[in-house]
């Protein structure tokens, strides 16, 4: 008989849990999964995917204000948010389905309910049964932060998971935080009528993205009539009637219908019992692992935004591979977490790969930066004041492009075929070596010939 009820066992159905439990069971090994929530996780159903939805909804506004200048005529767009919210969910459905028949039809047992650990080899579920297995992988993701940080009146205040439901749309919406979700859903939000501002605590939003790229967003935000109150905090959430009160350290009292509050997310790990099996976890509950996710008990991993290396989908079904090799095929192997391409759904957006120009001087590249600000093609007709800019971060020692940045139109899809030449080493020559695909926005990345200047560290 077995020593264990199960070879794997993985708590938590999102990108990676699944993606792990699904190639375990494929290799022959007895595996079992605990989602107490929906399978998919935040990426199918409160993050990556239906944002995108709503992104490519809240972009339909733009094609309409260019229409006229191509010669259309439109009549009045209107714009029903319950239909939008309908079509996702119906999405969401349809994908949480394939999940779930994708991982059975692999061999995966699924429990339907939530699951912590009892000991090293034991889960208790939710139900009151407990099953053992020989290997553990927590997969359990994070959630958005609800508190205002000590100040009163968060429970008047939402989150992204609440927004891509909300029974109507707000008429005024304050967003709180400068990063990816909170610029994300200003952006949404913005194009669908909503008042909307955002407030942050530093003086540009996205810290941490290359300079130019926060000047560019920073100023399109503005331009195109999202609010940017900089250098705030909230210090209070107030209702007043029947609207909300927020009130910042710069003394104002602003009135919304919606707040939002996207100031990051916590690693779910409470009620989890990690203490039970001797899993270490830091004070705000992420859970330590080594260079193969491993966590301070040999036999149990974690991989994904519970462990807050990068919290992105494709490195978390990464890091997902790699325990596999790890712990089912004799191989060990870390997950790369080198030049991870990564976009921000603004409109317009911004693609990244590698390091900005800032974390290039400070790793002490001496550099060469070649930058191109253009109107898009596209928008020259109407005249509008949108601003393409481009960025390239070369080593001057050994002419490896270091960086890549992009605002503007598709600068995600640009991005994503950039970080193959950059995984594969390439050199600044070997982009100008390479031909343009003429009239596109991309063709500006191999004929930026110029340097714009030089900077040593
Ligand atoms: P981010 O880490 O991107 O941004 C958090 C923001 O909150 C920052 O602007 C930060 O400001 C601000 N903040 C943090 N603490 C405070 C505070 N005490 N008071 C005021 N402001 C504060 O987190 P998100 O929640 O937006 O997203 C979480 C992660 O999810 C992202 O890091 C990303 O990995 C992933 N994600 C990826 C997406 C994509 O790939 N398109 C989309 C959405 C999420 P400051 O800069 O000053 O610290």
Redesign the pocket.
Known sequence: MAKFDFDLFVIGGGSGGVRAARVTAGLGQKVGLAEGSRMGGTCVIR??VP?KLYVYASRFVEDFELAPSFGWTLGEPRFDWRTLVAHKNAEITRLEGLYRRGAESAGVQVFSEYAGLEDAHTIRLASGATVTADKILIATGGR?QRDL?GAPGAEYCDVSDDAFDWEELPKRLIV???????L?FAHIFHAFGVDTTVI???PK???GFDEDMRDALHSSMERRGIKVLTER?LTAVDKEGDHLIACTTAGERLAADKILL????TPNTGGLGLEKAGVVTAKNGRIDVDGYSRTAVENIYAIGDVTER???TPVAIHEAMCFVKTAFQDTPTRPDHALVP????TTPEIGTVGMSEERALEHGHAIDVYKSTFRPMRTVLAGTGDRMVMKLVVEQKTDTVLGCHIFGPDAAEIVQIVAVAMKMGATKAQFDATLALHPSIAEELVTMRTKSYSKDA
């Open positions: 993050g990556c944002k958005p940080m709180t935080g400068g990063g990816y979700i909170a994300e942050v605590r530093k939003v996205l810290r905090l996207a100031w990051g997310r990068l919290s992105l990564t976009a921000v759904f």
